[in-house]
């Protein structure tokens, strides 16, 4: 069976290189979106009603704990189930659905395509069209961004999700197959959709926010240390060394433990800042910033960073595929 695995994973890759997420075909994080919003309305109620003001602190903890368990063990078994039934069924039948939920797990192209609407939109001059791709890709306000800003807010979603979108799923399907991928994609959708700091989900979206804490950990500085790699291969765009010390200085400047991980190697690799202070929801949000600024960012930037996210994607995958390879001969 692990040659089967081998043989879906890598293709799984390959069809992400080239097809990325089909708009005509429903995404599976929808449904998972869905799910987890109906969980949410069950546990601590519709948002107008405002039950989470009343309901003790400790009751909201536990909801949250509950909606993480009622999002993960779906997200992990249907999956699981389907790939059982596919590979009794035949093996290549088996292969071909491994390769397509692998394909489905990743989005590195899907985060080039709408990364290069914003670059597109500012080779060409038009600022308002460039704010409205952003903002499709980002939960900032956009409006008010110049194309230094703009260009960066797109800078930044690459590099952050070059963990979260690519490499982190990449290696839990390497480690697990497509089940624990999911597993892993269900963490991370549900905390993007609960685990912020407000009236509503400041208790109940902790144990989502940290469950994706904990799932991320090792994916994003593993995911970091490719890119560093990355830089190292890819020439005198990039610049590794100092990557690396970027790395090293600022890759805890963020809320959260992992999201500077990829940032800081993106913002050293370029020479330029990313992050700090930014406009959500109309309220401006203090943080503080990762890199130096060398240099002014520029729209250019956003391809070196896709070309930098695109490297590491690449290593990840042969690297991994290599070494289930090497397993499979062992044994």
């Not at 909801?63 to 999956?79: F, N, Q, R, S, Y």
């Not at 979108?165 to 497509?178: E, R, T």
């Not at 809320?255 to 109309?282: H, M």
Request: aromatic share 10%; charged share 20%; net charge positive.
């Amino acid at each position: 069976m692990l040659r089967f695995h081998i043989i879906g994973f890598f293709l799984g890759f390959l069809l992400d290189q080239l097809i990325g997420d089909p708009y005509a075909i429903p995404h599976p994080v929808v449904w998972i979106g869905r799910w987890i919003a109906f969980l949410e309305r069950k546990l601590l109620g519709k948002k107008e009603e405002h039950r989470e003001r009343s309901m003790p602190v400790g009751k909201q903890r536990a909801a949250g704990g509950l909606l993480v368990i009622g999002t993960t063990l779906p997200a992990l078994l249907i999956p699981a189930l389907l790939l059982l039934l596919f590979y009794r069924i035949h093996p290549i039948a088996g292969t071909a659905l491994e390769a397509w939920m692998t394909c489905q797990l990743l989005a590195a192209k899907s985060l080039r395509v709408e990364s290069m609407k914003v670059y597109d939109c500012l080779a060409a001059g038009d600022l308002p069209g460039a704010r409205n791709a952003v903002a499709m890709i980002v939960g900032r306000d956009t409006q008010s961004l110049d194309e230094a800003g703009v260009a960066r807010a797109a800078i930044e979603t690459v590099a952050e999700n070059a963990s979260d979108g690519v490499i982190a799923p990449m290696l839990y399907a390497f480690l697990g197959g497509p089940a624990l991928g999911w597993l892993y994609k269900a963490v991370n959708t549900m905390d993007s959709m609960v685990g912020y700091h407000n009236d509503r989900y400041e208790y109940f979206g902790t144990a989502a926010a940290r469950t994706d804490d904990i799932c991320n950990y090792i994916p994003a500085r593993i995911s970091a240390l490719l890119m560093i790699l990355a830089a190292r291969l890819l020439g005198p765009e990039f610049n590794a060394a100092n990557a690396w010390r970027i790395f090293r200085r600022d890759r805890y400047n963020h809320k959260s433990p992992n999201s500077a991980q990829t940032e800081s190697v993106c913002a050293g690799a370029l020479g330029i800042r990313l992050a700090g202070d930014a406009w959500y929801f109309g309220k401006l949000v203090k943080k503080p910033t990762i890199g130096d600024a060398s240099r002014e960012v520029e729209y250019e930037d956003i391809r070196r960073a896709n070309t930098l996210m695109n490297m590491a994607a690449w290593l990840g995958a042969v690297i991994m595929t290599v070494l289930l390879t090497i397993v499979m001969v062992v044994r």
